[in-house]
């Protein structure tokens, strides 16, 4: 296992004479570090440079600019197997007039393991992924979520290798054996404390399985967080909006000396927020989740204060386990979360977001509600502000 360093990493295709402006980036520059024994996935939509990252750290891509270090060396230049990584693909790729034992051993006789050790740990990654029974069988017959059970082995049989990147590997799977295989990953991590990088772009796949998620937009890494602090605290608002469902809630906002102004509601706000809030950028948002605020059906005398403001119901979906509602809010349209028993009794109900809740973006980006949260660096691996182009 090794720790992985990206220092100023970016590619374009085609090479730099592409890479000045900055669409023509497939990976803006970034400057990251992966834990020795991490397990991360990669999120984000089609398109937005997951592959191509994935595939700058295997060395099947060399970075336009910037620098790759494993373990504080750097292996910039060299290829995949120097690079003593283990890489798994959407599909199987796998010798299949082998046999699954052969198969899995495959990456180990290569490597010159003695055949007792090379028994022992096929036997080991086997049961693991609940092989043992195919092991005398040849791969061709099996199902193609066998083939890719055993895809999955021989990017995992290795006890050696730098860390094991995965590709959407479970794509070719159906959805519940999927669930189950996600779980071996995450099982199998925690036993052999391997360092996994997965690619997915499906959010619930990646917040189950990673200790820590990078999320990815139009070839620029957003935020790196746990799932936690994904949801409670996105650091841009694509982040926001892509974590959790239905997404954070945004809307437009001026602001005041004391106040923020969202259509034709008001907010109090602390002043020094506001004023941070106005020096980070011109364009400004209020966010907040839809279960960051409270509703009510009607208001009642001891509500009834500035704080509880009146929204239009758009549409009310009973959830079983909570209700959600659509709601016209603030000159825009927000989701919120009500008990399940929750009725609307007319055509408005009254609301008020959680003050101790509220996020505020500015040009997209969170600002921090305090000073001492401001002067923390806004995460140790974030790409660095003056990196990108
Ligand atoms: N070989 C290539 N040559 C030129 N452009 C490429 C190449 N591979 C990828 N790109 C472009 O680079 C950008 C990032 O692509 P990449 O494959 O890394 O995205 P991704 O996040 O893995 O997407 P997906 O979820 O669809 O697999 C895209 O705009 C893509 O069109
Ligand atoms: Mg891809």
């Known amino acids: 296992m090794a720790r992985i360093e990206l220092v100023n990493v970016g590619h374009a295709y085609g090479g730099a004479a592409n890479a000045g402006t900055e669409t023509r980036w497939a990976l803006r520059p970034m400057t990251m570090t992966w834990r020795d024994g991490g397990a991360y ?25 910037g620098r790759i270090l494993f373990d504080g060396k750097d292996i910039t230049q060299l290829g995949p197997r120097e690079r003593n990584i283990a890489q798994v693909f959407q599909f199987p790729v796998l010798y299949d007039t082998m046999t699954v034992f052969d198969n899995l051993a495959f990456p180990l006789r290569n490597r010159g393991w003695k055949e007792a050790a090379v028994r022992t740990r096929v036997g080991e990654v086997a049961e693991l992924l609940d092989l043992a029974a195919d092991l005398k069988r040849r791969a061709r017959g099996l199902p193609p979520d066998a083939q890719q059970k055993i895809s999955l082995g021989r990017g995992l049989v290795r006890t050696d290798v730098a860390a094991v990147l995965l590709d959407e590997p479970l794509t070719v ?11 071996k990953l995450k099982q199998i991590h925690q036993q052999l404390k391997v360092s996994l990088i997965y690619v997915t772009h499906d959010q619930v796949e990646a917040l189950t399985f990673a200790e820590e998620v990078v999320v990815m937009n139009h070839g620029e890494v957003l935020q790196v967080g746990t799932p936690q602090a994904l949801y409670e605290a996105p650091e841009h608002t694509f982040v926001g909006h892509f974590i959790g469902s239905p997404g954070m809630n945004f809307l437009p906002c001026k602001l005041g000396a004391n106040e923020a102004r969202m259509g034709d509601v008001t907010l109090p706000m602390d002043a020094e927020w506001l004023a941070r809030a106005a020096a980070a950028g011109t364009e400004h948002q209020l966010g ?4 960051a605020a409270e509703v009510l059906a009607a208001p009642v005398a001891s509500t009834a204060g500035a704080a509880w403001q ?37 055509d408005y109900v009254w609301l008020r977001p959680l003050p101790g809740k509220l996020a505020l973006f500015a040009d997209q980006r969170l600002v921090p509600r305090s000073a001492t949260e401001a002067s923390i660096a806004p995460h140790a691996s974030t790409p660095e502000a003056g990196a990108a182009p």
Not at 173 to 183: E, M, N, S, V
Not at 312 to 341: E, K
């Open 173 to 183: 799977i159906d959805p519940h054996l999927k669930w189950l295989l996600r779980r």
């Open 288 to 291: 907040f989740r839809p279960d």
């Open 41 to 65: 996935a990669l999120l984000g939509p089609s398109g937005c440079g997951k592959t191509t990252l994935l595939n700058l750290i295997s060395g099947l891509l060399t970075p336009t600019q």
């Open 310 to 346: 009146p929204a239009r119901v758009q549409s009310f979906q009973p959830m079983g386990t909570h209700s959600l509602l659509q709601l016209g809010f603030g000159g825009g349209s927000v989701w919120v979360r009500a008990a399940a028993a929750f009725q609307p009794a007319g």
